[in-house]
């Protein structure tokens, strides 16, 4: 069960959140030790975190970089559904992040996937690092990308070095945290 609190401007909207919540059984609104607040704000500017617990905002004009406000764990327009509503209060409450389209358009991703002082690498390391992650030894690399075993210890090695890791299982784990690889 996870616990609600709302903080709404009114009453009246209060009341629409909680409508929005009552089919879904495994939510409860509280008015405190909530696990999870919802938020309904009309612009960044109005966001004033009273709790500790994960913060799901619900705005009219998403893509104000409300992430970057400490609690924050979802943004949602104002308009969602009940069934979108429930299902980022359950992913905050675990700990994820849930954002609207227009929301993760305004972050900086590019800069998210690369820390600053890491080498791009290259379209044949992307290559390989991508055949890591699908369990391939360097033999069986080589032979997919019609390439010496050699060739194929350099790419690792220089892949290695360039996302700062001395493991394949870290470099295909580095990979997918900077965004380098599919899932």
Same mark, same amino acid.
């Given at each position: 069960?996870?616990?609600?609190? %709302?903080?709404?401007?009114?009453?009246? !909207? @209060?009341?629409?959140?909680?409508?929005?919540?009552?089919?879904?059984?495994?939510?409860?609104? !509280?008015?405190?030790?909530?696990? =999870? =607040?919802?938020?309904? =704000?009309?612009?960044?500017?109005?966001?004033?975190?009273?709790?500790?617990?994960?913060?799901?905002?619900?705005?009219?004009? /998403?893509? @104000? $970089?409300?992430? &970057?406000? /400490?609690?924050? &764990?979802?943004?949602?327009?104002?308009?969602?559904?009940?069934?979108?509503?429930?299902?980022? %209060?359950?992913?905050?409450? /675990?700990?994820?992040?849930?954002?609207?389209?227009?929301?993760?358009? /305004?972050?900086?991703?590019?800069?998210?996937?690369?820390? &600053? $002082?890491?080498?791009?690498?290259?379209?044949?390391?992307?290559? %390989?690092?991508?055949?890591?992650?699908?369990?391939?030894?360097?033999?069986?690399?080589?032979?997919?990308?019609?390439?010496?075993?050699?060739?194929?210890?350099?790419?690792?090695?220089?892949?290695?070095?360039?996302?700062? !890791?001395?493991?394949?299982?870290?470099? !295909?784990?580095?990979?997918? &945290?900077?965004?380098?690889?599919?899932?």
């Amino acid at each position: 069960m996870t616990r609600v609190a %709302i903080d709404a401007p009114s009453a009246i !909207v @209060q009341a629409g959140i909680e409508a929005l919540l009552r089919p879904y059984a495994e939510i409860q609104v !509280v008015d405190s030790g909530a696990d =999870v =607040v919802v938020a309904l =704000v009309e612009s960044a500017g109005e966001l004033s975190l009273g709790s500790t617990a994960p913060t799901v905002v619900l705005i009219d004009d /998403a893509g @104000q $970089g409300l992430l &970057r406000i /400490a609690g924050v &764990r979802g943004v949602l327009s104002s308009d969602c559904s009940g069934e979108e509503l429930a299902a980022a %209060i359950q992913a905050a409450a /675990a700990g994820l992040v849930v954002l609207h389209p227009r929301e993760l358009a /305004a972050l900086p991703l590019a800069e998210m996937r690369m820390p &600053r $002082g890491v080498e791009e690498l290259t379209p044949r390391e992307t290559e %390989i690092v991508t055949l890591l992650a699908d369990g391939l030894s360097n033999k069986e690399i080589a032979g997919r990308l019609k390439i010496s075993d050699h060739t194929v210890k350099f790419h690792v090695a220089s892949v290695l070095a360039k996302l700062g !890791v001395s493991t394949r299982t870290e470099a !295909v784990t580095a990979a997918l &945290r900077q965004g380098l690889i599919p899932l």
